[in-house]
T-cell receptor, first 112, second 110 residues
Framework: ETGVTQSPTHLIKTRGQQVTLRCSSQSGHNTVSWYQQALGQGPQFIFQYYREEENGRGNFPPRFSGLQFPNYSSELNVNALELDDSALYLC???????????FGQGTRLTVV | EDQVTQSPEALRLQEGESSSLNCSYTVSGLRGLFWYRQDPGKGPEFLFTLYSAGEEKEKERLKATLTKKESFLHITAPKPEDSATYLCAVKETSGSRLTFGEGTQLTVNP
């Protein structure tokens, strides 16, 4: 069984640029959630997608957007990057919105 | 708003020295409380889900318990490979998000 995979693993972007992060969900999972984790902090919920529809959003500005594809993989897009966007971005998939989430290895984004 | 507080922030143990990590939570209605282990630079690894007060779950040297206000992660006779950050998270009945605590950084010295 393939777990959650994220790409790329590391990324360096310049302030003001746009970035797209990708996530392949675990087999049999139809729900994907995205989290942002700053150094030394717990993950913060960005949003969740369930069967290609947004199913909840955290306290992040509209420049954070996403989508989920028919195969349940997902993308996180961030426009107009700011220095504070530097963090580990985590994708998690689950069988449905109610069950435990399994995380990928994360994408380390550095904004300079 | 859901809140999760973990203590201590950091814990240093000798190999074989048992201890407990605490997770206090406030949530309008609890769907589940989750424990994860996270190694540096990696994504969190799922350990346990607890659904109701009184429930307990075990895995190797780890045992998680749940009351109406807090959860404990007991570590029995830890080994150096148990060194990691342990994260606690809650999900409320009406929500989709996990609300995480800041984690407890555990170091086990040989």
């Amino acid at each position: 069984e393939t777990g959650v995979t994220q790409s790329p693993t590391h990324l360096i972007k310049t302030r003001g640029q746009q970035v797209t992060l990708r996530c392949s969900s675990q087999s049999g999972h139809n729900t994907v959630s995205w989290y942002q984790q700053a150094l030394g902090q717990g993950p913060q919920f960005i949003f969740q997608y369930y069967r290609e529809e947004e199913n909840g959003r955290g306290n992040f500005p509209p420049r954070f957007s996403g989508l989920q594809f028919p195969n349940y993989s997902s993308e996180l897009n961030v426009n107009a990057l700011e220095l504070d966007d530097s963090a580990l971005y985590l994708c998690a998939s689950s069988r449905d919105p109610k069950t435990e989430a399994f995380f990928g290895q994360g994408t380390r984004l550095t904004v300079v | 708003e859901d809140q999760v507080t973990q203590s201590p922030e950091a814990l240093r143990l000798q190999e074989g020295e048992s201890s407990s990590l605490n997770c206090s939570y406030t949530v309008s209605g609890l769907r589940g409380l989750f424990w994860y282990r996270q190694d540096p630079g990696k994504g969190p690894e799922f350990l346990f889900t607890l659904y109701s007060a009184g429930e307990e779950k075990e895995k190797e040297r780890l045992k998680a318990t749940l009351t109406k206000k807090e959860s404990f992660l007991h570590i029995t006779a830890p080994k150096p490979e148990d060194s990691a950050t342990y994260l606690c998270a809650v999900k409320e009945t009406s929500g989709s998000r996990l609300t995480f605590g800041e984690g407890t950084q555990l170091t086990v010295n040989p």
